[in-house]
């Protein structure tokens, strides 16, 4: 049984920084695709930042590229999304997704990604 927990969410003024982790159980990472995406209230889901485990590949979203790092951690089995220069309009509930097929492909759509963590909340006050 694959989980992946979220944790490093809260609030945070403009311009400041959080850091979000996803760690998963039950299977390595290694070789696979995990993407962090984020859904705010009245919005649908969108993609926030994505790695390929294998080739340190990485993909960001337009709105977050220059603020927002993905980054993975070996020894804990978990991604990292730093985030930066923080904007009320980053505020939504961040969850991360995991993509266990062969080659991955950092893929923006969440239909593509069969597993899912729980969210953590993100607020930013202005």
């Known amino acids: 049984q694959v989980q992946l927990v979220e944790s490093g969410g809260g609030l945070v003024q403009a311009g400041g920084s959080l850091g979000l982790s996803c760690t998963a159980s039950?299977?390595?990472?290694?070789?696979?695709?995990v993407a962090w995406f984020r859904q705010a209230p009245g919005k649908e889901r969108e993609f926030v930042a994505g790695?390929?485990?294998?080739?340190?590949?990485?993909n960001y979203a337009e709105s977050v590229k220059g603020r927002f790092t993905i980054s993975r951690e070996y020894a804990k089995n978990t991604v990292v999304l730093q985030m930066s220069s923080l904007k009320p309009e980053d505020t939504a509930k961040y969850s991360c997704?995991?993509?266990?097929?062969?080659?991955?492909?950092?893929?923006?759509?969440?239909?593509?990604?069969?597993?899912w963590g729980q969210g953590t909340q993100v607020t930013v006050s202005s």
């Open positions: 790695i390929n485990w294998s080739t340190d590949q990485t």
């Open positions: 997704a995991a993509d266990f097929r062969p080659y991955g492909v950092i893929r923006r759509s969440p239909a593509e990604y069969n597993y």
């Open positions: 039950g299977r390595s990472l290694t070789s696979y695709v």
